[in-house]
Antibody, heavy 126, light 109 residues
Framework: EVQLVESGGGWVQPGGSLRLSCAASGFTFNTYSMNWVRQAPGRGLEWISYGSYTSVTKTYADSVRGRFTISRDNARNELYLQMNTLRVEDTAVYYC???????????????????WGQGTLVTVSS | QSVLTQPPSVSAAPGQKVTISCSGSFNIANNFVSWYQQLPGTAPKLLIFDNHKRPSGIPDRFSASKSGTSATLVITGLQTGDEVDYYCATWDNSLSAVVFGGGTKLTVL
């Protein structure tokens, strides 16, 4: 069974940093592209980052580019999201989401999202 | 305001059929569409991929299609358990990003 378990969420002041982790199990992690998708309270879904299975291709939404960094450790089966210069509008539940297997480009690697973690809440507030 | 436009809410009676539209532009016309179902307080679940395909375990009461710049999700034989939120998604070449619709809340009357 595919499992994605996020951790690292919490409260942080504006301008602060936070690092989210996602522990993957139940599948061959190093062959799948991975994503982060967030959902602000009472709002819709927002895709924010993609990382190919090779870690060569990394793509970001305009709203987080230059502040967030996606990375992965295939030996540990873990995905990360380093979030810097956090803003109040970054407050959301952050989901770790599996993309497609053996896809490098973002267009093909994000054709669908078939497995989601339970999410971790990030609250940015003073 | 989302790049993909969905009706905020739709409703129908138990056992009936409902359609949820997802209107876009070149994004939908040129790329695959997927649909997700989200129960309150839980993570979204993949319902439809590649415009019309169902993952294993998704009942055939759920179907979808795409035509031009719009996509449609159809749910037949409505059940009270279907009364949750639905989102469409696709790649947007102009934004170089995955875009989601604003979501549609289904009410089973």
């Amino acid at each position: 069974e595919v499992q994605l378990v996020e951790s690292g969420g919490g409260w942080v002041q504006p301008g602060g940093s936070l690092r989210l982790s996602c522990a993957a199990s139940g599948f061959t992690f190093n062959t799948y592209s991975m994503n982060w998708v967030r959902q602000a309270p009472g709002r819709g879904l927002e895709w924010i980052s993609y990382g190919s299975y090779t870690s060569v291709t990394k793509t970001y939404a305009d709203s987080v580019r230059g502040r967030f960094t996606i990375s992965r450790d295939n030996a540990r089966n873990e995905l990360y999201l380093q979030m810097n210069t956090l803003r109040v509008e970054d407050t959301a539940v952050y989901y770790c989401v599996r993309g497609l297997e053996y896809m490098e480009s973002t267009v093909t690697g994000t054709r669908w999202f078939d497995s989601w973690g339970q999410g971790t809440l990030v609250t940015v507030s003073s | 305001q989302s790049v993909l436009t969905q009706p905020p809410s739709v409703s129908a009676a138990p056992g009936q059929k409902v359609t949820i539209s997802c209107s876009g532009s070149f994004n939908i016309a040129n790329n695959f569409v997927s649909w997700y179902q989200q129960l309150p307080g839980t993570a979204p679940k993949l319902l439809i991929f590649d415009n019309h395909k169902r993952p294993s375990g998704i009942p055939d009461r759920f179907s979808a299609s795409k035509s031009g710049t719009s996509a449609t999700l159809v749910i037949t034989g409505l059940q009270t358990g279907d009364e949750v939120d639905y989102y469409c998604a696709t790649w947007d070449n102009s934004l170089s990003a995955v875009v989601f619709g604003g979501g549609t809340k289904l009410t089973v009357l």
